[in-house]
């Protein structure tokens, strides 16, 4: 199993950045992929953004694509998201998983496939 520790939520502006940090430790080496999911108050959790740890493909969400850059570190088994731009419609719980089940887009980008998941940390854009 794969443990998660993400960071780097905050209060922030609209318009302003943020950068989240996702530090994974355990059986790293067997995860396809990570990524960031977000929750807000009242909706159901939705795919923000993804990166393949092998060939570092990468996926966004229609409504973060162009502001949002998600990033890796391999030797830190370390996800971040580079959030710019920022809206309060952002406003959520940022969740990092990893290890889905199986390999590709449509495993990567919807959460019930992922076997691994963080504590969260809280996003709040204000206006």
């Known amino acids: 199993q794969v443990q998660l520790v993400e960071s780097g939520g905050g209060l922030v502006q609209a318009g302003g950045s943020l950068r989240l940090s996702c530090a994974a430790s355990?059986?790293?080496?067997?995860?396809?992929?990570m990524g960031w999911f977000r929750q807000a108050p009242g909706k159901v959790r939705e795919f923000v953004a993804a990166v393949a740890w092998s060939d570092g493909d990468i996926y966004y969400a229609d409504s973060v694509q162009g502001r949002f850059t998600i990033s890796r570190d391999n030797a830190k088994n370390t996800v971040y998201l580079q959030m710019n731009s920022l809206k309060p419609e952002d406003t959520a719980v940022y969740y990092c998983a990893a290890d889905p089940q199986y390999s590709g887009r449509y495993f990567y980008t919807r959460d019930g496939w992922y076997n691994s998941w963080g504590q969260g940390t809280q996003v709040t854009v204000s206006s």
């Open positions: 355990g059986r790293t080496f067997s995860t396809y992929a």
